[in-house]
């Protein structure tokens, strides 16, 4: 995992990953106290950053194993992601979610072109299924974090924050992500070691998930007690990667953690002040910097807003902390 | 008012007015029966285009002269984009209010730095004090449409969704414009007629406010009947202007109407699908595109965002449009 993966896929994914908007309020940077900027991943295509590895992992196969296929596990964007990448490279991809998933979910991943796959959560063992999928249709896995090529495309996420930090003339930044099992986090931090080596990268998390903040501390992987209950579900992972760890060790600064309600309030001003739609755990790192930022030093910081794929109701409950 | 005007005013632009995007989801194509991308100004600066007419405005006048100051009458768009784009030239701005406008506009108009003067609509003349003030104090006035540095501005617009059709590969398209006094319909046509010149341009006003549609079909300019009552309030003026009908009367396709509904409808989609959030009046092309396909011709249609200044309870009306 070096520089050069993450500019090669910068240049596969030239003309077909969106370069996304940094994004920024007079009246956010008031509430913060300094200068904030939001790198809008929420309008990436499929609505999350998930697509960059995706795409990533898609346009680095080679084509003869591309044409038969790929697989994935996952119920949220990853699948959107790599259902879409797969979809504009001309081939196939099963997604393998579990039958309780939203019906949204299940709809969406298979509009977009996916064999979606269902499985019993109580009774079904899913790398099983996928095993045997992979092998009888010589399906390739898509990792949703832990692969080199799909951190490489996360972190072409940093290499557009870089340039844009200069087209913006920020010289010093904090820039905090939003970190489930860190592919973003890690990525980003390779990226601007190279371009933006002052830049401090911080991950931000919710509460009672904050497994990365708690393994940066202890200097070793830690895991989360809970898998399920936050609103925050885009992020949410049983533990760091074992590739993504020590990368967000040796580059990233301390974890941050915010509550859900931190997360609802920042959902409702990037509504109300950036016109963009973001989900509960897109929007932990804007949290951070709005209601945080005695955890922060440099006068400008950089927040990714990783996804927008929200549900009606979450976003009215966001919505309801509007005065 | 030429092309070359467009161009000087996007020189003067660049580093300070936002590119805005080009957005475009498999399901919305799905749902228009064609490609559809939306050009989101609504992450323009103050959340609107009215920034570009204001930045055009402020930074070609002479250093003498802005530093005096200028004056604007909105109680919405227009004066957001003025406030921050005098601001951002360092100099002063009065922007003439009505009483019983929206006390949240009100303060995020002296937010942006602008000295707001609020008059009685049902007892005293706006012009009037308008005129007094600018007298007393040299101010400029920067007119909402009907002046061509105003519409040069806009017309930068114009210039990039231009460029991000060759990016994106579109070589024929419709143009769907949000239309209220035609300062962003004229522009972009003039923009489009110089680097796109197979593009057809279309207005697109919400029903009972179609002033523009009955003036190129009568082929003379007709005014409104009503000046209040709809919530695409942000696109609402008497009549065409008298620099932008010729304009548009020469370089625009029929106009397209469609109903409150359908802009509810289409900033729902706009949030489930783009995660943008329009504001009524900015959702008027993208429900054209969406639900009047039979208008079209092209087999790909671009739609103009205006902007994305909308109260929660009037989105959260849009939100329950969703199933």
């Not at 904030?36 to 898609?58: D, N, P």
């Not at 859900?260 to 409702?268: I, T, V």
């Not at 016109?275 to 930022?293: C, D, M, N, Q, W």
């Amino acid at each position: 995992m070096n520089i050069e993966m993450i500019r090669a896929a910068y240049v596969r994914g030239k003309g077909h990953v969106r370069r996304t908007p940094l994004l920024s309020s007079p009246f956010l940077d008031e509430i913060a106290g300094r200068r904030v900027f939001l790198k809008a991943e929420c309008l990436q295509h499929t609505g999350s950053f998930k697509f960059r590895g995706g795409w990533s992992a898609l346009s680095a196969m080679n084509p003869e194993q591309r044409a038969k296929g790929v697989i994935a596990f996952s119920s949220g964007n990853h699948a959107q992601g790599v259902a879409l990448a797969a979809r504009m490279h001309g081939t196939s991809s099963v997604i393998i979610m579990p039958a309780d998933a939203p019906r949204v979910k299940i709809e969406n991943t298979k509009a977009l072109g996916a064999e979606v796959v269902l499985y019993d959560r109580g009774s079904q063992d899913r790398d099983v299924i996928g095993d045997k999928l992979s092998r009888e249709r010589g399906l390739t896995l898509v990792k949703p974090f832990d692969e080199p090529l799909v951190i490489a495309g996360q972190g072409t996420c940093g290499l557009e924050i870089a340039e844009q930090a200069v087209e913006e003339g920020i010289v010093d930044a904090d820039v905090i992500t939003c970190c489930g099992g860190g592919g973003l986090t890690s990525g980003i931090a390779m990226a601007l070691e190279a371009d933006q080596p002052g830049f401090n990268v911080r991950p931000a998390e919710p509460e009672g998930f904050d497994d990365v903040a708690r393994s940066l501390r202890a200097g070793a992987i830690q895991r989360n007690d809970a898998m399920t209950g936050s609103i925050c579900d885009a992020i949410i992972t049983p533990q760091p990667g074992d590739l993504t760890f020590p990368i967000m060790k040796r580059l990233c600064g301390d974890g941050i953690v915010v509550s859900e309600h931190d997360c609802l309030r920042a959902m409702a001003l990037a509504f109300e002040r950036l016109r963009v739609v973001i989900e509960p755990g897109g929007a932990v790192a804007l949290a951070s910097a709005l209601f945080h930022g005695d955890q922060l030093s440099a006068d400008t910081v950089i927040v990714t807003a990783s996804g927008g794929n929200v549900d009606k109701p979450v976003f009215e409950r966001a919505l309801a902390t509007l005065e």
